[in-house]
């Protein structure tokens, strides 16, 4: 098998690096990937995997960008509306504000 050429290998992660990062913003624009059941979530996963899979990122440097605190309060925020939800509060509703819904279900004893 001959050798791969090392500038034509680089400029083929460069564009698959290209082509994963725009398909993950198609999948974030859109909310969902045409004619498949991946969301938003599905769509970072699989691109930070395939990054990762052609050797765009290393998995030690992957591990290391991810910001934990940041992790924690994205999940914060989802028990928070999920929990609104089966409440059945009515955030942003036409008759109240939607930032006097949170601070009155959040704030009450």
């Given at each position: 098998m001959p050798a791969l050429n090392?500038?034509?290998l680089s400029d083929a992660r460069i564009l698959a690096a290209?082509?994963?990062?725009i398909g993950s913003y198609v999948v974030f624009a859109v909310g969902?990937?045409?004619l498949m059941k991946i969301d938003r979530p599905g769509?970072?996963?699989i691109g930070a995997v395939l990054m990762v899979a052609f050797g765009i990122v290393g998995a030690s440097e992957a591990l290391a960008s991810i910001d934990f605190a940041t992790v924690v309060l994205l999940f914060s925020m989802m028990l928070i509306v999920?929990?609104?939800r089966l409440a059945g509060s009515s955030i942003g509703s036409r008759n109240g504000s939607s930032?006097?819904?949170i601070l009155i279900t959040c704030c009450r004893p």
């Amino acid at each position: 098998m001959p050798a791969l050429n090392p500038v034509l290998l680089s400029d083929a992660r460069i564009l698959a690096a290209y082509i994963i990062f725009i398909g993950s913003y198609v999948v974030f624009a859109v909310g969902k990937f045409p004619l498949m059941k991946i969301d938003r979530p599905g769509a970072a996963i699989i691109g930070a995997v395939l990054m990762v899979a052609f050797g765009i990122v290393g998995a030690s440097e992957a591990l290391a960008s991810i910001d934990f605190a940041t992790v924690v309060l994205l999940f914060s925020m989802m028990l928070i509306v999920g929990s609104l939800r089966l409440a059945g509060s009515s955030i942003g509703s036409r008759n109240g504000s939607s930032t006097a819904c949170i601070l009155i279900t959040c704030c009450r004893p």
